[in-house]
């Protein structure tokens, strides 16, 4: 089984959260908010621990969807000189009081859809999730989601 670790860039809201306090009484509606516009950065992946494995560029952006109750977040970079996409949708489930995600992509995913599920922090909110590496073997396990743009803590 190969297991997959990436370390995102964060995003630009990140930066907005210098002061803890507002962050942690920060609604969940305005953060979806601050995730709006673009960004980019370098991404870093490991398949073994310790070997880093590729360093790229990456570009993404944020975009609201109906009236602000989710979040479009797509990206694009490459993977030892390959390129690959990625799309998540982001909301946060006012019943449960949990951000939740789904996501795709054209390197770590194949032909399935990510589902991540987790609360907020005092710099945004972590999420956590599990996707299909080969038959009977699973990335993730309840580990948090590191590959996921959107894990900020």
């Known amino acids: 089984m190969q297991k997959c670790l990436e370390r995102w860039p964060r995003p630009p809201f990140s930066m907005s959260f210098s002061r803890q306090r507002q962050a942690s009484k920060m609604r969940a509606q305005d953060l979806l908010k601050k995730l709006i516009g ?3 950065g370098n991404c870093r992946t490991w398949f073994e621990t310790d070997k880093l494995a590729d360093e790229s560029k990456v570009v993404g952006e944020f975009i609201g969807l109906f009236d602000g109750r989710f979040v479009r977040h797509t990206y694009e970079s490459t993977i030892q000189n390959k390129p690959r996409h990625g799309e998540e949708l982001i909301a946060f489930n006012s ?3 949990i951000f939740q995600t789904s996501w795709v992509d054209d390197f770590h995913m194949n032909y399935a859809i990510m589902f ?3 609360t907020s ?3 945004g909110f972590n999420v956590r999730g599990e996707y299909d590496v080969g038959k009977d073997h699973r990335n993730g396990a309840g580990e948090p989601s590191t590959s996921s743009p959107t894990t900020t803590s």
Do not use: L, P, V
């Open 116 to 118: 991540s599920q987790g």
């Open 38 to 40: 673009k960004w980019q």
């Open 121 to 123: 922090t005092e710099h």
């Open 95 to 97: 019943i449960t009081n």
